[in-house]
């Protein structure tokens, strides 16, 4: 954990300021948020992508045709899956806000965080019961209850915090304006809720009305801060209004977001996508012992052929999630600062990551029937392709403003930057390649698939000697055409490129 | 994450190490594993946690009684279940074990750390195998094949990391006894392994045989090392034969184990059965629309009435896991190193935390009937009994060497010891007083257990201000007692509780 420190030391002064005053505080009862923070990370990502189950557990068996019926079932857990996605990175981009305030914790704030989080975890529930009845306003009203009382909870922990200042962040705590800052927070926090108290009240009459002003919730601080950029730039932009603002709460895309959390909540979707494919094989495929004897004459392994598929899908999917997951990682070690705008790019990614569970269901589903196998890699491939773009996005947005975003490794001309680039290149490639396989070979089964997926590991190893080899190589006839001025550092890099080859 | 690492900083020199060194380091591409570990952590927990859910969805039907072949089918779950997570947290003390050694990691570690982790997520399904077919070797055949898999992967990053020194801890680094650590790990790791391969020969012959090894995987360094003791004890202490033996690896219950790591795992899983809850809750209880018209005359408050106490047994569930969670996190701010036999408490206090969600299913499923409703109070109480208990338990153990293991604050004497001892002492006496009273009151019902349940974070609250107040008279008593030497002090204390009171 110490490790991953250095490269924030000049961004999140709030996190220094914990470190500096420790466990062993003035008053002995604050704590470190540290802990708190990782666990409601590891809740939120969970409860965020625990709603594809439904999704992805939804049995059409195989004399049912994809019909009507199927498909409208489909796409309301697919919106439900998606709703919940899009509302819990919303409540955790808050709860990030939140806490870049909050700079230290006592047992109160504690115990408070986790009422939060309790009426966090119950949103889904009033997105399926949305979904199942769009025309009862129930799910809706229930719904913005919810958002109340997490927006009381949360004005609850800022009033604390602000009563006892020594658990707020430095840079609020030595400031001479708390009761501005106070009253600036507390009215942002209480915005969403006060519309969603209209929205309850309008869902008894006239319920379309409180979708719009939901939908407001979301959307109206980046529209404010639109029209402001857009008054700004028709005006002529005009010198700092308020000197002593705050470098959170801004909601400019620019606005940093603690790396540390988005790293903390990526891990939790990947993991726990990871290991909802082994609940679905022990759940599954563990054969009934009365069939074994009837069908196979007690033959185990007889009977666990007739599985192979999906063990052979199940190591596909893991090797595609542990990849991404190791592409994630290798980004997220060259950024030094993360943006909103690129915490909105890691979501997107990340929900399309929550959907592999759904691809390797469909691919092991129909694994039997030769016409839906086709379409069900397609879903596969255009899930993974979409994972992986959205990584290259977070990149190529870091890249263009690389002196703050990037370490120095990976910026344009970086010794990594090249290497990186292949990475991040590799599963939207494959994924591409694999769709159009489906167009012009007609053999192309799943089993295929699932095999092209375990060899992918491989052509990273063989990517990182070809881009070693070609770096080298380049390098020397550079070197052999200046003079020796950066002879040291080349001298290094080709002692670490021997050691890789050797 | 910075304001962690202060307690450790004696501890953890490897880790101090990666901090040290930083991502930039002399060849670019090592990385901190910060990252690495806590991925696995998530991972592991998971996989150890989820296999409480086949059990939990037992499906009892209401004129179904509980007889012998539903208690058989429930005993293999629970089997199942018991020995994932049992070989999941070895498995996860042996990858603590490993990276103790690796201080940085490279892609290829990071590679070769997934196939590690994609054969241990495997493990599950051996077990279901095992437990659904007692009498066929096959499941212990391709368990002992992946145990194999696991040491042989765990070999080859041992292997991997000796090639490349720099990517050591410091501590091996700097030893000049390389070879000797090297040859001293890969025996210990491939002990396991080829004790495996004997097994998986014998299960063709005769199983029990390969059951027997198996045992002795998991005790041989434990009953190696208990031999050891005794000889020590009898011949007399000797003194130390290898002086350049390493702390890690010998298999003694004060080895450390990194504190960092035991949290990151009891997160993982606090926070999977937190919210395991709420997928039952959205899969289950949300109303069929054709019910809801015909039995309901499409009134869908009238229909969620009936699952009322649904809801009020997943609020009660949450608050229960939640305060836990709560409790294990006060503990470990307290604690400044933790060992192998702390880290063995903490697991079965986690073993136990992980059957709640199957607590949860008990008191809804029978919440109609009335028979068997007392048994599934009990059932709940019992577990959040040893959950608590347990915790209490490490907290003992960890007194029992204060000065090393606690922070001031927490030693018996010191500011927070009253304080924490009631925290830990709660849980244990709320299962108590009711189990006692399922026996003793006639009237007791899930819904009185629950409400009780939601309760208890009050009681917390109630708890603070009292020792807060008793803990204040008693020192003003003091005071006055004796002269004005520790006068300072006890005006910070004062303080502070002032704070808090008002």
Redesign the interface.
């Known amino acids: 954990?110490?490790?991953?420190?250095?490269?924030?030391e000049d961004t999140?002064v709030q996190?220094?300021l914990?470190?500096d005053t420790?466990?062993?505080n003035?008053?002995?009862?604050t704590?470190?948020?540290?802990?708190?923070l990782?666990?409601s990370d590891?809740?939120l990502s969970?409860?965020a992508t625990?709603?594809i189950?439904?999704v992805a557990h939804t049995k059409i068996y195989p004399d049912q045709r994809f019909d009507k019926s199927i498909q409208k079932l489909l796409a309301t857990k697919i919106a439900v899956y998606l709703m919940t996605f899009l509302i819990v990175t919303v409540a955790w981009a808050a709860h990030i806000r939140l806490f870049q305030i909050i700079g230290?914790i006592d047992?109160?704030l504690?115990?408070l965080n986790?009422?939060c989080?309790?009426i966090i975890?119950?949103l889904?529930?009033t997105f399926?019961?949305m979904a199942?009845?769009p025309d009862?306003p129930?799910g809706i009203f229930l719904f913005c209850i919810c958002v109340i009382a997490i927006g009381l909870s949360q004005a609850a922990i800022v009033t604390y915090g602000f009563h006892?200042p020594y658990l707020l962040n430095r840079q609020i705590q030595q400031s001479e304006n708390k009761a501005f800052y106070k009253q600036h927070i507390l009215n942002i926090i209480l915005r969403g809720p006060a519309l969603c108290f209209f929205a309850a009240i309008f869902s008894f009459f006239f319920f379309p009305v409180s979708y719009l002003l939901l939908g407001l919730v979301i959307f109206l601080p980046y529209i404010n801060n639109f029209i402001g950029w857009c008054r700004d730039k028709l005006v002529g932009t005009k010198p700092e209004e308020q000197p002593q603002s705050l470098e959170f709460f801004t909601f400019n895309i620019h606005e940093p977001l603690s790396k540390?959390r988005v790293?903390?909540f990526s891990?939790?979707v990947?993991?726990?996508v990871?290991?909802l494919?082994?609940?679905d094989?022990?759940?599954d495929?563990?054969?009934d012992?009365k069939e074994?004897q009837e069908k196979f004459h007690g033959n185990?392994?007889e009977a666990?052929r007739e599985y192979g598929p999906n063990f052979l899908a199940y190591?596909g999917s893991?090797?595609t999630i542990?990849?991404l997951?190791?592409v994630h990682?290798?980004l997220?070690?060259h950024v030094r600062k993360t943006t909103q705008f690129m915490g909105l790019l890691n979501t997107f990614s990340l929900a399309f990551i929550g959907g592999l569970p759904l691809a390797y269901q469909q691919t092991t589903e129909f694994a039997q029937q030769s016409h839906s196998e086709i379409e069900s890699i397609r879903v596969s491939c255009v899930i993974t392709f979409f994972a992986g773009i959205f990584q290259f996005a977070i990149w190529s947005t870091a890249l263009l403003n690389e002196q703050e975003t990037l370490?120095?490794?990976a910026r344009y001309g970086g010794?990594?930057h090249a290497f990186m680039f292949a990475k991040l290149a590799l599963y939207p490639c494959v994924s591409l390649v694999a769709f159009s396989s489906t167009c012009f070979l007609s053999e192309f089964s799943t089993t295929i698939f699932h095999l092209m997926q375990i060899i992918v590991?491989f052509a990273?190893?063989l990517l990182?000697i070809l881009v070693r080899i070609t770096l080298a190589i380049l390098r020397s006839v550079t070197t052999l055409a200046r003079p020796e001025e950066t002879m040291l550092e080349d001298e290094?890099t080709r002692?670490?490129t021997a050691?890789?080859l050797s």
Chains 1, 2 share one sequence.
């Not at 003035?26 to 009862?29: A, H, L, R, Y």
Request: glycine share 4%; with cysteine; charged share 15%.
């Open positions: 954990m110490a490790g991953a420190e250095t490269p924030e999140d996190m220094e914990s470190a420790g466990d062993e003035s008053c002995e009862n704590q470190s948020s540290h802990r708190m990782s666990f590891a809740l969970i409860i625990v709603m189950l439904p230290m047992d109160t504690a115990l986790l009422a989080m309790m975890t119950f889904p529930y399926s019961l199942s009845f009862v129930l006892y540390e790293e903390a891990d939790g990947y993991a726990i990871a290991t494919l082994i609940l094989i022990c759940e495929n563990v054969p012992a074994v185990l392994i666990l190591f893991f090797v542990g990849l997951w190791f990682h290798s997220f070690l370490h120095p490794f010794k990594e590991p990273f190893l990182r290094e002692l670490c050691e890789i």
